[in-house]
């Protein structure tokens, strides 16, 4: 499949402090999605972005579709601690075709708040 | 309350066994998937099925088969000729099946002893 390249790949910060992990890609993409999975859960879905440039909020999470299609970012602002997981960028390419073969996901960003 | 409901949730396995995980959707979606877990990797993409009766090979189907007949079931058998099993296996499912978002169900921990 596709690569996606998610950084960082780990995060300690503070509580409270804001977070940014972003995902790129050499291609071309009309969807992206952010999950954040807890120890021996499910992913769970965060945000879903559609359109090139639009800016999506949950919360305290801001989620972003890169103006060029290539990217997308995450943040979090003013980290508490159930904030702490794995969180996941998936990238749906324009020219997939559809169906799941198009669907493509990052490693992860391990989120760690420091005592 | 509409879900992704997978069990078990811990399964131990002797070598040469196979297994079959359950993957269970009340959210009247039209596809499912299955997909495998490992430790510093990103999710791949075991099976889909997109329709009933009807199911396609994902980027890493060697070992593993599917069924679906029913709508809301598409169970995963982990077979003996897989080599390296123990993972974490997490189903999923979406309205459509070319785009839209995937939902989850809470994974099955295989461990093969």
């Known amino acids: 499949g596709q690569q996606l390249n998610q950084s960082p790949q780990s995060m300690f910060i503070q509580e409270g402090e804001d977070v940014s992990m972003n995902c790129t890609s050499s291609?071309?993409?009309?969807?992206w999605l952010w999950y954040k999975q807890d120890p021996g859960e499910g992913p769970v879905l965060l945000i879903a972005?559609?359109?090139?440039?639009e800016l999506t909020s949950n919360g305290r999470l801001t989620a972003q579709f890169g103006i060029t299609r290539k990217d997308s970012f995450l943040n979090i602002s003013a980290s508490i601690p159930s904030d702490v997981g794995i969180y996941f960028c998936?990238?749906?390419?324009?020219?997939?075709?559809?169906?799941?073969?198009?669907?493509?996901f990052g490693k992860g960003t391990h989120l760690i708040i420091q005592p | 309350d509409g879900g992704i409901t997978q069990s078990p949730k811990y399964l131990f396995r002797k070598e040469g066994q196979n297994v079959t995980l359950s993957c269970e959707q009340n959210?009247?979606?039209?596809?499912m998937y299955w997909y495998r877990q490992d430790p510093g990797q990103g999710l791949r993409l075991i099976y889909y099925?997109?329709?009933?009766?009807?199911?396609q090979k994902g980027d890493i189907a060697e070992g593993y088969s599917v069924s679906r007949e029913k709508k809301e079931s598409f169970p995963l058998t982990v077979t003996s000729a897989q080599k390296n099993p123990t993972a974490f296996y997490l189903c999923?499912?979406?309205?459509?099946?070319?785009?839209?978002?995937?939902?989850f169900g809470e994974g099955s921990r295989l461990t093969v002893l």
């Open positions: 999923a499912s979406s309205i459509v099946p070319d785009g839209g978002e995937l939902f």
């Open positions: 291609s071309i993409f009309n969807t």
């Open positions: 972005l559609y359109k090139a440039g």
């Open positions: 998936a990238g749906r390419l324009m020219y997939s075709g559809g169906g799941a073969d198009g669907l493509t």
């Open positions: 959210l009247n979606h039209d596809a």
């Open positions: 099925s997109q329709i009933v009766n009807d199911f």
